[in-house]
């Protein structure tokens, strides 16, 4: 299936990770994205289990090794900067094997320069209509020239255009909140250490590499559906700030440096569960197919797996449908991981906090603290394993 061409849409984590797949079985790849660069935006993610099967097949396990956050400690404090609790994060975050963290924009990069050279990258430009025929698709673009494709792939996130052409509006499943995370000055001195600082119904956390790197912070609060408009980043950034105001510790020095940010991102905890993720030359891939949201912390690991095997069966009789049969158990266990994850994100009323805390005060004190982690943290070992690469 030589010199097919292949478009996708978008140049995030699955869209360069599917491009690296195509590219090595000699399709002809174009992808476009809509940001005029890769976007330098976002906080760590993590590469869990069967992902990092597929990192290692691809040869960039140990380029994305080198760039892990290496995050030390994990310290809760309370509104007046106070620690409550400072763990180790190998203790919390249990991984196992050659589970990584990995901050989002280093390893879009990687993935994008493993690709460059052999993948064409259109950036700052956009499908406007698809027309899907027997022998191909004619793409228009919003400002490029007019092209056909063998193949079409939507890896452009959560709120995919290419889902909405070619499967009309898919409502999203709203888990009850929204984050927002963007760049502030490192104030709090930090260092491969995360601070997290919890309120009701609001979750702020904050995080930097290196003590002369500006500090990225997330702000999470929960809420029912709103009515917003995408592209209002300014309505976008009022939330946050009403939804924020007079909630103590650094929040109002993080409030005040959202201005400066260049990489504000505020979206929904939000799901995409869809019945198929392809139509006729078609198909879905990673968040546009099926989004467990960011609570799952699986979102970047779906997308690897999903473009590893996409990149197996395209082109193939039948190619599409064995990707969706292979993927979807994997997704489901992710989906139903991710809806739990939602509940426990965002915190309750004080007591729960209270209850939390106190749990994070005594861990270390715990005999078998080891094995009461791995206890807890066994469903997402389960989900980030449901599928053999
Ligand atoms: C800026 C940003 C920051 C993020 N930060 C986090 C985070 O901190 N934590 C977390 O868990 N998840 C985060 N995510 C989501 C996370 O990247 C995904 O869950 C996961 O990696 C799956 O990747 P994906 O390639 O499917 O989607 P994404 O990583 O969302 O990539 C989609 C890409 O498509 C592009 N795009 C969108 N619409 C169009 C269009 N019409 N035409 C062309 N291109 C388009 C987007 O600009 C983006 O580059 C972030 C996503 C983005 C875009």
């Known amino acids: 299936m030589t010199n097919s061409r292949v478009l996708i849409s978008g140049a995030g984590i699955g869209g360069p990770a599917l491009a690296h797949r ?5 399709f002809r790849v174009t992808v476009v994205e809509r940001a ?14 069967s992902a990092t099967e597929v990192l290692r097949k691809m040869g960039l396990l140990a380029a994305c090794q080198a760039a892990d ?13 106070a620690p409550i609790a400072a763990l180790p994060a190998d203790l919390l975050m249990g991984r196992r094997g050659d589970d990584l963290e990995i901050m989002r924009w280093d390893l879009s990069r990687i993935l994008h320069d493993a690709t460059a ?21 004619d793409v228009t673009f919003e400002k490029g020239a007019p092209r056909r494709f063998d193949y079409v792939v939507g890896a452009d996130g959560l709120h995919s255009a290419t889902r909405r052409t070619v499967m009309g509006e898919t409502p999203l499943s709203h888990l009850g909140a929204y984050i927002s995370i963007y760049t502030v000055p490192n104030l709090l001195g930090i260092e491969r250490e995360e601070i997290m600082y ?3 119904g609001r979750l702020v956390f904050a995080y930097a590499m290196d003590r002369d790197q500006p500090a990225r912070v997330g702000l999470t609060f929960a809420s029912p559906r709103l009515d917003i408009d995408r592209r209002d980043v300014a309505g976008q950034k009022a939330l946050v700030r009403e939804a924020f105001a007079g909630q ?9 440096a959202m201005d400066d940010a260049p990489d504000f991102y505020f979206d929904s905890l939000s799901q995409v569960d869809l019945p198929s993720w392809s139509a006729g030359r078609v198909a879905l891939l990673g968040d546009a197919a099926y989004c467990p949201s960011p609570a799952s912390g699986q979102g970047t690991s779906l997308a690897l797996v999903g473009a590893y095997l996409l990149g197996r069966h395209l082109g193939t009789p039948g190619g599409f449908a064995a990707y969706e049969r292979e993927m979807r158990p994997y997704v489901e266990k992710n989906l139903a991981f991710g809806r739990k994850m939602a509940k426990e994100m965002v915190p309750g009323g004080r007591l729960s906090i209270a209850f939390r805390n106190y749990g994070m005060r005594t861990l270390k ?3 078998r603290k080891e094995q009461m982690i791995d206890k807890i943290l066994a469903p997402m070992h389960e989900a980030a394993n449901a599928i053999t690469i």
């Open 198 to 200: 919890s309120r009701p």
């Open 36 to 49: 005029g660069g890769l976007r330098e935006a976002g906080y760590k993610v993590d590469v869990r289990g």
């Open 22 to 26: 195509l590219a090595e079985r000699g």
């Open 117 to 137: 050279d052999r993948v064409e990258y259109v950036f700052g430009d956009a499908i406007d209509t698809l027309q899907d025929g027997l022998d191909g698709v």
């Open 248 to 256: 103590g510790w650094k929040v109002p020095d993080f409030l005040d």
């Open 69 to 81: 956050t290496g995050m030390r400690q994990i310290t809760y404090v309370k509104s007046n900067g």
């Open 365 to 367: 004190y715990h005999p």
